[in-house]
Nanobody, 114 residues
Framework: QVQLVESGGGLVQAGGSLRLSCAASGDTFSISTMAWYRQAPGKQREQVASTTRGGSTNYAYSVKGRFSISRDNAKNTVYLQMNSLKPEDTAVYLC????????WGQGTQVTVSS
């Protein structure tokens, strides 16, 4: 079992920045991929960024060049640095971990005002 707890969401003006954190606990040794997803009202959940234990990263086209995912394996924490935020980035951001099973955090709200 893995538990994921996100933090760092909030309200920010367009053009601003936020950094999300996701702390993992439990069977963290079994985590391979960690990722951030987001879900806006009325829209499907989409993957924003992902990172493997070895440090490979992948980004959605809509955030490439603005968002950066990083991972501290010693702290079992993954971060999402979000810069140049746009109103369309407004969503609940959820942390995800893959161990062979799927684990999700409870989500943190990010609201970008125009």
């Amino acid at each position: 079992q893995v538990q994921l707890v996100e933090s760092g969401g909030g309200l920010v003006q367009a053009g601003g920045s936020l950094r999300l954190s996701c702390a993992a606990s439990g069977d963290t040794f079994s985590i391979s991929t960690m990722a951030w997803y987001r879900q806006a009202p009325g829209k499907q959940r989409e993957q924003v960024a992902s990172t493997t234990r070895g440090g490979s990263t992948n980004y959605a086209y809509s955030v490439k060049g603005r968002f950066s995912i990083s991972r501290d394996n010693a702290k079992n924490t993954v971060y999402l640095q979000m810069n140049s935020l746009k109103p369309e980035d407004t969503a609940v951001y959820l942390c995800y971990a893959w161990t062979g099973s799927n684990y999700w955090g409870q989500g943190t709200q990010v609201t970008v005002s125009s």
